[in-house]
């Protein structure tokens, strides 16, 4: 019996044993992983980055310290994944214990990390140091990328006279033509290739000189490009150069054969102003100044050269100036008693004679007469007419006068012209021609100007509607009449001619 009772004394002594010993961790339980998100490099926490498990459990997003907790996990082990658009995809793994919390640290990186920047670009053309490019410039180089990402390119160009920039942004091909550069010029070219991934890379600086415009052209026009007016030159093969940049508003060139200069109008700061270039375009300087042309349409006004080059004469109002070809020496010559604005002028070339347009603010009421320098008319042709005048020149003898006038006596605020026809008038006879005699109906004539030998008139023709397209015409003066009028069309798309 005693036996008995010790045997189960033995029996339950292991059992309080194991009652009393220490709780263990339960592997078949839940558990808790807690983490935190941040970049790699900087530390900034991800915020909004989506937390999952391999095995499945939960799904949860990280909070604004990019902290996150995934509860009531089961235990096992788990790859735990990080994904956010913009950032590349990381896994840790842990091993979830029941009663237990693990606690994971993810570092994202940019989906760009190890994207490599493109190669540098390198020049096809023009080489560096190229001279005597033609113009426009065909520009063209070569760039990779390791990735073969797609790349846009940015061109630079600026000259070696000025601070002006060209800039063309956002170029998808290797190649890029561009306008509007001066002849006779040296510039240099750089080019950006993007990834938009990496920092842009840029090519070296290259050089390069344009051609010069060939001494054989003798007519000078306008043209609107981009909005602007540009002046071009063409010669006698019926070549076109561009010689004055798009990018500024330039225009009525006057071209001098003795001082082998061409001035012309340009807007600055919103006034307008007298500049001077060689044949090429090259070496552009503003002559006025303080005093700026000025009338009731700019695009009417009209200057001339005088004393072989050295000056120019201009209006601003009601008044007649004249300035130094070189800049300076500015000086009033004549102002009109009447109040009338002064709109156009021509000196003779013999610099005995001046030819004048006067009109009212409105462009109307107009007179054309000749006065010397000292102020005193010579000739009255035209007095308080209806309707527009315009377009005076004088021949070189200064005997014959050129002009245009509305004969339809139309007139509008908008200073539209409905039958402008040219005349030629002898200041000494007294006597008119008209030159429109075969003009088509709706049409005007513009601008008319002597050729050199003055055997020809050069001159504008465009539809009345004030906006269609201008082309620039000619007609032979030799013995002129209505059955050999013959117009003969010079220049498409283009107006204010002059023909030295």
């Given at each position: 019996?005693?036996?008995?009772?010790?045997?189960?004394?033995?029996?339950?002594?292991?059992?309080?044993?194991?009652?009393?010993?220490?709780?263990?961790?339960?592997?078949?339980?839940?558990?808790?992983?807690?983490?935190?998100?941040?970049?790699?490099?900087?530390?900034?926490?991800?915020?909004?980055?989506?937390?999952?498990?391999?095995?499945?459990?939960?799904?949860?997003?990280?909070?604004?310290?990019?902290?996150?907790?995934?509860?009531?996990?089961?235990?096992?082990?788990?790859?735990?994944?990080?994904?956010?658009?913009?950032?590349?995809?990381?896994?840790?793994?842990?091993?979830?214990?029941?009663?237990?919390?693990?606690?994971?640290?993810?570092?994202?990186?940019?989906?760009?990390?190890?994207?490599?920047p493109p190669g540098t670009p390198t020049a096809v053309s023009p080489v560096d140091n190229a001279q005597d490019v033609e113009i426009?410039?065909?520009?063209?180089?070569?760039?990779?990328?390791?990735?073969?990402?797609?790349?846009?390119?940015?061109?630079?160009?600026?000259?070696?006279?000025?601070?002006?920039?060209?800039?063309?942004?956002?170029?998808?091909?290797?190649?890029?033509?561009?306008?509007?550069?001066?002849?006779?010029?040296?510039?240099?070219?750089?080019?950006?290739?993007?990834?938009?991934?990496?920092?842009?890379?840029?090519?070296?600086?290259?050089?390069?000189?344009?051609?010069?415009?060939?001494?054989?052209?003798?007519?000078?026009?306008?043209?609107?490009?981009?909005?602007?007016?540009?002046?071009?030159?063409?010669?006698?093969?019926?070549?076109?150069?561009?010689?004055?940049?798009?990018?500024?508003?330039?225009?009525?060139?006057?071209?001098?054969?003795?001082?082998?200069?061409?001035?012309?109008?340009?807007?600055?700061?919103?006034?307008?102003?007298?500049?001077?270039?060689?044949?090429?375009?090259?070496?552009?300087?503003?002559?006025?100044?303080?005093?700026?042309?000025?009338?009731?349409?700019?695009?009417?006004?009209?200057?001339?050269?005088?004393?072989?080059?050295?000056?120019?004469?201009?209006?601003?109002?009601?008044?007649?100036?004249?300035?130094?070809?070189?800049?300076?020496?500015?000086?009033?010559?004549?102002?009109?008693?009447?109040?009338?604005?002064?709109?156009?002028?021509?000196?003779?070339?013999?610099?005995?004679?001046?030819?004048?347009?006067?009109?009212?603010?409105?462009?109307?009421?107009?007179?054309?007469?000749?006065?010397?320098?000292?102020?005193?008319?010579?000739?009255?042709?035209?007095?308080?007419?209806?309707?527009?005048?315009?377009?005076?020149?004088?021949?070189?003898?200064?005997?014959?006068?050129?002009?245009?006038?509305?004969?339809?006596?139309?007139?509008?605020?908008?200073?539209?012209?409905?039958?402008?026809?040219?005349?030629?008038?002898?200041?000494?006879?007294?006597?008119?021609?008209?030159?429109?005699?075969?003009?088509?109906?709706?049409?005007?004539?513009?601008?008319?100007?002597?050729?050199?030998?003055?055997?020809?008139?050069?001159?504008?023709?465009?539809?009345?509607?004030?906006?269609?397209?201008?082309?620039?015409?000619?007609?032979?003066?030799?013995?002129?009449?209505?059955?050999?009028?013959?117009?003969?069309?010079?220049?498409?798309?283009?107006?204010?001619?002059?023909?030295?």
């Amino acid at each position: 019996m005693r036996t008995i009772k010790n045997m189960l004394i033995m029996m339950v002594f292991p059992a309080f044993l194991i009652g009393c010993s220490e709780d263990t961790i339960d592997d078949t339980g839940l558990g808790t992983i807690t983490g935190k998100v941040v970049e790699l490099g900087s530390n900034e926490p991800v915020e909004n980055a989506r937390i999952s498990t391999n095995p499945a459990s939960s799904t949860v997003f990280t909070d604004k310290n990019g902290d996150f907790v995934l509860n009531d996990i089961p235990a096992d082990d788990y790859s735990i994944e990080a994904r956010k658009e913009g950032l590349l995809t990381q896994f840790e793994g842990a091993s979830v214990m029941g009663d237990a919390t693990v606690n994971v640290i993810f570092e994202m990186q940019t989906e760009t990390s190890g994207n490599r920047p493109p190669g540098t670009p390198t020049a096809v053309s023009p080489v560096d140091n190229a001279q005597d490019v033609e113009i426009p410039v065909i520009f063209s180089w070569t760039s990779t990328d390791p990735e073969e990402d797609d790349l846009t390119y940015q061109l630079e160009i600026r000259n070696d006279q000025d601070e002006e920039i060209f800039l063309f942004n956002n170029i998808r091909d290797t190649t890029y033509t561009v306008e509007g550069l001066d002849f006779g010029s040296k510039y240099f070219w750089q080019v950006r290739a993007s990834d938009d991934v990496n920092q842009e890379v840029l090519s070296r600086l290259y050089s390069f000189r344009t051609m010069n415009v060939p001494e054989s052209n003798r007519i000078l026009f306008t043209r609107i490009i981009g909005g602007n007016s540009v002046i071009y030159a063409r010669d006698m093969e019926e070549n076109e150069y561009q010689i004055t940049s798009p990018n500024k508003n330039s225009f009525r060139p006057r071209k001098n054969n003795s001082g082998n200069k061409i001035a012309f109008l340009r807007v600055v700061n919103g006034q307008t102003h007298i500049f001077t270039m060689n044949q090429d375009g090259t070496q552009q300087r503003q002559v006025t100044s303080d005093i700026p042309v000025n009338g009731f349409n700019l695009n009417q006004v009209d200057f001339s050269w005088a004393n072989d080059g050295a000056t120019l004469l201009y209006p601003n109002f009601d008044k007649l100036y004249r300035v130094n070809a070189s800049g300076g020496g500015t000086a009033l010559v004549y102002q009109n008693q009447n109040g009338k604005f002064i709109t156009e002028v021509d000196v003779s070339e013999d610099n005995e004679t001046i030819a004048l347009i006067t009109n009212n603010s409105s462009g109307y009421n107009a007179d054309i007469f000749t006065i010397n320098f000292d102020g005193n008319i010579l000739t009255q042709v035209m007095n308080n007419v209806t309707g527009a005048l315009g377009g005076i020149d004088l021949s070189i003898r200064g005997d014959m006068l050129l002009y245009t006038q509305d004969v339809s006596g139309y007139e509008s605020n908008s200073y539209r012209r409905l039958d402008s026809r040219m005349f030629l008038y002898n200041l000494v006879t007294g006597e008119t021609t008209d030159l429109s005699l075969r003009k088509p109906d709706g049409t005007n004539d513009l601008d008319p100007r002597f050729s050199p030998n003055e055997a020809e008139v050069v001159f504008v023709n465009t539809s009345n509607d004030d906006i269609s397209p201008r082309d620039i015409y000619t007609i032979r003066l030799e013995n002129f009449n209505t059955d050999n009028e013959s117009r003969t069309l010079l220049i498409e798309n283009g107006f204010m001619p002059d023909w030295e």
